[in-house]
């Protein structure tokens, strides 16, 4: 089944403890990007990555760090997480043209 | 000025309605659209590809107005699974250049009732 999966789905964490939140596509996508979900503001780009490798910040980068060392892998790393950081992250993956970006189910991020 | 902008409702119908949402883009450049509907703390899920023709699927018509910048969206016959947040996306080339991007607009929530 073709699906992005990420973990934790749910996490409470305190201000500057680092984290990392997983994603994996078993697409063989080359595109794959972290977008956070605020009440309001819709979904925000908070790093993509073009292929392994390649990757670039987004509309919202501050505070994040990704890598892309294999294909199917694009972990999300919060150094040191504060509460603005409070949000439903969602991992995407989609074919190099765009035209349609498969969902993680998100992860719930709290930080106190 | 948001680069996609929606209402964001909530429209409130009941089952068997025709419902309208409407979408507008700021970016003349860009250069595909899409409608996605997300579930109450789900993923976003694509709906429909949005064609400079207008296409249909189902009870689904979206349309696309390139002079006046805006996408729309149809449902007819609503029923209570429609129930969702609806999101509007643009594929865009940004303005500072660099690779295409997809903008998502805040949504627009509707909610059926029996």
């Known amino acids: 089944e073709a699906q992005v999966t990420q973990n934790p789905r749910y996490l409470i964490t305190v201000t500057g403890k680092k984290l990392t939140v997983t994603c994996s596509q078993n697409m063989n996508h080359e595109y794959m990007s972290w977008y956070r979900q605020d009440p309001g503001l819709g979904l925000r780009q908070i790093y993509y990555s073009m292929n392994v490798e390649v990757t670039d910040k987004g509309d919202v980068p501050e505070g994040y760090k990704v890598s892309r060392k294999e294909k199917r892998n694009f972990p999300l790393i919060l150094e040191s997480p504060s509460p603005n950081q409070t949000s439903l992250y969602f991992c995407?993956?989609?074919?190099?043209?765009?035209?349609?970006?498969?969902f993680g189910p998100g992860t719930r991020l709290t930080v106190t | 000025r948001k680069e996609v902008e929606q209402d964001p409702g909530p429209f409130n119908v009941p089952e068997g309605a025709t419902v309208a949402f409407n979408c507008t883009y700021s970016?003349?450049?860009?250069?595909?659209f899409f409608w996605y509907r997300q579930d109450c703390r789900k993923e976003p899920k694509l709906l429909m590809s949005v064609y400079s023709s207008g296409n249909e699927d189902g009870r689904f018509t979206a349309q696309l107005n390139r002079a006046s910048q805006y996408i729309s969206l149809l449902i007819r016959d609503s029923k209570l699974s429609d129930s969702a947040t609806y999101l509007c996306?643009?594929?865009?080339?940004?303005?500072?250049?660099?690779?295409?991007?997809?903008?998502f607009g805040a949504g627009t929530r509707l909610a059926v009732h029996p």
């Open positions: 995407a993956s989609s074919g190099r043209v765009l035209d349609e970006q498969y």
């Open positions: 970016n003349s450049a860009s250069q595909s």
């Open positions: 996306v643009v594929k865009t080339a940004p303005f500072s250049g660099g690779y295409n991007k997809l903008i």
